[in-house]
């Protein structure tokens, strides 16, 4: 990552959601990096991935579409892997700051990212495809219309296509409420974060029988789910050594798709089909 993020972006002081009730980033890619991915549940989030898209995808060094890439690690780990990449992301500070990161990883391939500010509403003008797949990671959630997002995703993916997509889980956000004590926040289920100032809560947590139900509806098949960080938000007690860090990775790679614990995890990770036209 770049070494002195604050230097690239502006300090926005309003943090407010446009017209359409999306949440972009922009002022807040020093404090996404700091937040998520430079502290113990960012970490685990990346070895999860690295460790699931593997499995849960076929990957032949098809063109990826990395809708919403936000920093910009996605981009770089297919790039990285051989695959041509379309970043798009909608936030100019967060574009900025994974150019600038991508420029510096030696082991990135010249020319093997392609970048487009442009948010996910407009893809099918900026980058129809159809593309033979799709990453829309930790995207949905802040959106107003997450529903219309999956449907605009369907769109642009080719038949035989797969959409890697990973939502922010409502039902473990719920259940993580009742674990801190806010019972009532769980009970009257109020866990939509505002989308203001600089707080992180996601404003369309989804929950997994919406996936499904979406998915339906645009003709998506699920062809694999698994749970990421199913036990590690439950702790009472953070690991305290790299033994302990490395023995939660491995209790979550476990059961990362085990029934009933992936339900749980705070984002759940799906491979989407669009089937294949039969003649």
Not at 11 to 27: A, H, K, M, V
Request: aromatic share 8%; glycine share 6%; proline share 7%.
């Amino acid at each position: 990552m770049p070494s002195n993020p604050k230097s690239l972006h502006s300090q926005s002081s309003s943090y407010e959601l446009t017209p359409s009730g999306d949440r972009y980033f922009d002022g807040l890619a020093e404090k996404f990096s700091r937040s998520l991915y430079q502290a113990p549940r960012g970490e685990l989030r990346l070895a999860m991935l690295d460790y699931l898209l593997p499995e849960m995808l076929n990957l032949e060094g098809q063109c990826v579409l990395d809708v919403g890439g936000g920093l910009g690690q996605q981009a770089a780990w297919f790039a990285e892997r051989g695959h041509r990449v379309t970043m798009t992301e909608p936030s100019a500070d967060m574009l900025s700051y994974a150019k600038t990161w991508h420029r510096d990883v030696k082991t990135l391939p010249e020319e093997a990212i392609t970048y487009l500010q442009v948010p996910l509403q407009r893809l099918t003008e900026q980058a129809p495809g159809p593309w033979p797949l799709i990453t829309c990671h930790a995207v949905l959630e802040w959106l107003g219309d997450p529903q219309a997002a999956l449907a605009t995703l369907s769109d642009l993916l080719a038949p035989g296509g797969q959409l890697s997509l990973m939502v922010f889980n409502r039902d473990a956000l719920r259940f993580s409420n009742a674990v801190k004590g806010n019972l009532e926040k769980a009970l009257s289920d109020r866990l939509a974060g505002k989308g203001k100032r600089q707080r992180l809560t996601p404003i369309s947590p989804v929950s997994h029988a919406e996936v499904e139900q979406w998915s339906a509806d645009n003709g998506l098949v699920i062809d694999a789910v698994a749970g990421i960080r199913v036990f590690q938000d439950y702790l009472r007690h953070p690991p305290a050594t790299p033994a302990e860090t490395e023995t939660l990775l491995a209790l979550e790679k476990k059961y990362c798709r085990h029934d009933p614990h992936w339900r749980l995890g705070r984002y759940l990770l799906y491979t989407l089909i669009k089937p294949e036209i039969v003649e």
